[in-house]
């Protein structure tokens, strides 16, 4: 069959961030694309894969398994389990996991897994940084938002505490205290805030309080401008926490500033992730400072790269 004409199941979590890069690569294959939410009945639902063995009985869903995929995507733990038992159910079926499993590779044809998860094998892909469901035609496509400038703009993309950053008061104020001094010293430019889901209500309202008057700002209600600002924004600022985010913007190949959170515990992983973006010039630390610099890099867009890759290796096997 031809590569294009490929069924496709992605298999998730539900979580935005997990569907945004099965999405983005199985896009690359096909648009005939059945998502899929894994529901494991418990002990499953909390072990690690290969504790207990798989079967049938394992999953809630209700799988229209009379109708296989040519192609199965997976990301994340839960969806292990359930690629894994497609795998054994139709050995002919190609599984592709996004990344590190956590298992043995070979229960997968494809891993693509980041530079910065640190692993490799034959049967491994690495990607730089995350892969998402952008694209140019994406972003070329998206509508203008009334009243939202889309001239001398600079967004601001705001994560929020996890694991392993700090995302408290204290350090709402010190990015607040950043963009008062930039916009005070480029009354032109248009500051557009966004925050992300994982923004506590705590640092909306201090967002709010300290920028509310000098930016126009999306703090969860109404459409949300992401798309737009990765259009029109002439620089991005984000915050470190998020891996996502940062690969997202840097599709556009415009500047990014990294607003650097403290840590709880450091991570080699995100260390790995900020140190090969500053490689490649696509972040710099965004400190204090009158004026935002002008940078250049190679846009990534690391779903298509990836999917290049995979399609190259499939025609060869099938040889």
Known sequence: ?????????????????????????????????????????????????????????TFKNNLPIEDKPNLVISCGRKSVYLSI???????????????????????????????????????VINSIGALHKFSPTIITNTKD??????????????????????????????????????????????????????T??????????????????????????????????SHFILTSDSTSMISESAITGKPIYIHHLPYKRISKRLESFHNEFRMLNITRDFVFTKSLSNWTYNPLNESKRISGIIKERIIEDSK
């Not at 139709?90 to 530079?115: G, L, M, R």
């Not at 967004?155 to 008062?180: D, M, R, T, V, W």
């Not at 705590?202 to 949300?224: A, M, V």
Request: positive net charge.
């Open 145 to 198: 938002i009334k009243n939202l400038p889309s001239k001398n703009l600079i967004s601001c993309i705001i994560g929020g505490q996890n694991n392993h950053y700090n995302f408290g008061p204290k350090e709402a104020e010190s990015l607040c205290k950043k963009l008062l001094d930039l916009k005070k010293h480029n009354p032109e430019i248009n500051l557009l805030i966004i925050s992300s889901r994982r």
């Open 1 to 57: 069959m031809n590569i294009t004409n490929y069924k496709i199941w992605t298999l998730t979590d539900g979580s935005e961030g997990m569907v945004s890069q099965v999405l983005g690569l199985a896009k690359e294959f096909s648009d005939e694309i059945l998502e899929i939410k894994t529901n494991l009945y418990f002990p499953w639902s909390f072990l690690q894969p290969g504790i207990l063995p798989i079967n049938k009985w």
């Open 200 to 233: 506590e209500s705590s640092i909306k309202i201090i967002i709010k309080n300290k920028l509310g008057e000098i930016s126009n700002l999306w703090l969860g209600e109404g459409y949300n401008p992401y798309v737009f600002s990765l259009k029109y924004s």
């Open 85 to 123: 038992f497609l795998k054994k159910k139709y050995n002919d079926i190609i599984n592709i996991h996004i990344q590190n499993p956590k298992i043995s590779f070979d229960n997968f044809n494809y891993i693509v897994a980041p530079n910065h998860d640190m692993i490799s094998g034959k049967n």
